[in-house]
T-cell receptor, first 118, second 115 residues
Framework: GAVVSQHPSRVICKSGTSVKIECRSL??????MFWYRQFPKQSLMLMAT?????????EQGVEKDKFLINHASLTLSTLTVTSAHPEDSSFYIC??????????????FGPGTRLTVL | AQSVTQPDIHITVSEGASLELRCNYS??????LFWYVQSPGQGLQLLLK??????LVQGIKGFEAEFKRSQSSFNLRKPSVHWSDAAEYFC?????????????FGGGTRVLVKP
């Protein structure tokens, strides 16, 4: 089946540093990748949608200069949290989708990355 | 705007008993509906999905869900729960094509299984 990986699975960083999270589709080409944020005991909130070779589309309230998304290839998207602060601590999950028809609209989720900013 | 409501934040069920998780949605068109399960510290695994056709959908791990348009519901059921079913369950509705293929998630229901 379709597998999506994320790296790293956990990261701890100091306030003010930047952190990059990778999301890879391992056995399919992802035309679209999504980045979600999940606070403890809460649901997933969509942060942005990225299509290969184009700029990401951010959801309302998400700072695009804070959360840089690059979708450089059909198998890799990266999320960089710039100048991280403790309030950025969260569980970040990516998903990937292949195809363009509604019948291939299923998203495959990565295992998530736990970010802790000290 | 679309929304998904999962009325139950927590459900505790005994092992071997039946389980039903409720999901209600608000959407202006025919919805695409999903149920996902998330184990602690993990990503999401798709249990089942409904796009069209038979309103009773079978999924993995013995789960099924029924789409009821008149009630705007897509409840998840399992006849006999196993201890390994303890997890967080999310219902989601999808918007496709022009809406950018986005998913909107409900708040989740945490299932605890008693021995």
């Amino acid at each position: 089946g379709a597998v999506v990986s994320q790296h790293p699975s956990r990261v701890i960083c100091k306030s003010g540093t930047s952190v990059k999270i990778e999301c890879r589709s391992l056995d399919f080409q992802a035309t679209t990748m999504f980045w979600y944020r999940q606070f403890p005991k809460q649901s997933l909130m969509l942060m942005a949608t990225s299509n290969e070779g184009s700029k990401a589309t951010y959801e309302q309230g998400v700072e695009k200069d804070k959360f840089l998304i690059n979708h450089a290839s059909l198998t890799l998207s990266t999320l960089t949290v710039t100048s991280a602060h403790p309030e950025d601590s969260s569980f970040y999950i990516c998903s990937a989708r292949s195809g363009t028809s509604e019948w291939t609209a299923e998203q495959f989720f990565g295992p998530g990355t736990r970010l802790t900013v000290l | 705007a679309q929304s998904v409501t999962q009325p139950d934040i927590h459900i505790t069920v005994s092992e071997g008993a039946s389980l039903e998780l409720r999901c209600n949605y608000s959407y202006g068109a025919t919805p695409y509906l999903f149920w996902y399960v998330q184990s602690p510290g993990q990503g999401l695994q798709l249990l089942l999905k409904y796009f069209s056709g038979d309103t009773l959908v079978q999924g993995i791990k013995g789960f099924e869900a029924e789409f009821k348009r008149s009630q705007s519901s897509f409840n998840l059921r399992k006849p006999s729960v196993h201890w390994s079913d303890a997890a967080e369950y999310f219902c989601a509705v999808g918007r496709f094509k022009a809406a950018g293929n986005k998913l909107t998630f409900g708040g989740g229901t945490r299932v605890l299984v008693k021995p």
